[in-house]
């Protein structure tokens, strides 16, 4: 009720202090079970804006060192995030993230695990693939474009559905783990090309 409430006002702030343009948010908000939705990651602003103007209510990763101040603990909370320690995925973050999933709800992951200006394969995670092999999650990649100054515009293009396990065999280690990784980081900024 709160995540609804909050989100409901927080996209009525921003409608009025930037241009928010969505493309293709079907992709996503049609999306049925568990799913993953991956996200560069230029601001902090980047999960309220996919929180407030998708349908979906979306559980974030948020880095432990939120969780340390009072107040805003509670909040966060209460907006589905919870924290992960940006140094490596711990295994209670992950187990609570697979949680997440096979309760057939949404996790939202930013795999750069920082705010980053620009691509670099070698930000990439092996976490989130890992997440997604353990749920039998789909990932929904989503690229962000925007400078968040006052009044400027906010694009945000979402991409299909994919399973990245798709036509893989075998044991999956750690070095395709890896791939995977990199693949989905790749295909979240070739989102890009959409906007221009």
Known sequence: MFYAIASSI????????????????????????????????????????????????????????????????SLIKWLNVFP?????????SMKHAVSILKEGKVLGIFPEGTRVKSYDENNAKAGISMIANMADSLIVPVFIRSKYRLFGKIEVVFG????????????INSEIHTQIGKKILKDIYSLENRLN
């Open 160 to 171: 299909e559905p994919t399973n990245y396990f798709e036509g893989i065999e075998g044991r």
């Open 84 to 92: 992960v320690d940006r140094t490596g995925v711990t295994v209670s």
């Open 10 to 73: 927080a996209r009525l702030v921003f409608l009025v202090i930037f241009r928010v343009k969505l493309i293709n948010a079907e992709n996503f908000n049609n999306t049925k079970g568990r799913c993953i939705i991956c996200c560069n990651h230029i601001s902090n602003f980047d999960p309220l804006i996919l929180a407030c103007f998708t349908k979906r209510q979306i559980s974030f990763m948020g880095k432990k060192e939120l969780f340390k101040i009072p107040v805003l603990k």
